[in-house]
């Protein structure tokens, strides 16, 4: 099993900037991607940005060019940084592990099996 856990959440102005941590324990070297993804009330789970055990980062339409999704091995930490935020940002966003086997980095929230609890990132205007 892998728990995670996510911070850095906050509420920013728009143009502003947050960076997300997600701490990663437990069979971690069982994850062959690992996710950020982001739920609006009453929205379905929208992927953000994506990682490969490879290190082949994949990003979604909506945020590419204003996230950078990156890790630290040593500490199982993800980061999501994120740039120029706007109020459509306004989400729970949430760390993900997938543990089936993925020769891509997958951006589907139905190859992910855990979740962390998330953490709220508001953008104000």
């Known amino acids: 099993q892998i728990q995670l856990e996510e911070s850095g959440g906050d509420s920013v102005q728009a143009g502003g900037s947050l960076k997300l941590t997600c701490a990663a324990s437990?069979?971690?070297?069982?994850?062959?991607?690992m996710g950020w993804f982001r739920q609006r009330p009453g929205q379905e789970r929208e992927a953000v940005a994506a990682?490969?055990?490879?290190?082949?980062?994949l990003y979604g339409a909506s945020v590419a060019g204003r996230v950078t999704i990156s890790k630290d091995s040593a500490k199982n930490w993800l980061y999501l940084q994120m740039n120029s935020l706007n109020p459509d940002d306004t989400a729970m966003y949430y760390c993900a592990a997938a543990t089936k086997q993925l020769l891509w980095t997958s951006l589907n929230v139905n190859d992910y099996k855990y979740w962390g609890r998330g953490t709220q990132v508001t953008v104000t205007s």
């Open positions: 990682l490969h055990r490879d290190g082949r980062p």
């Open positions: 437990g069979s971690t070297n069982s994850a062959w991607v």
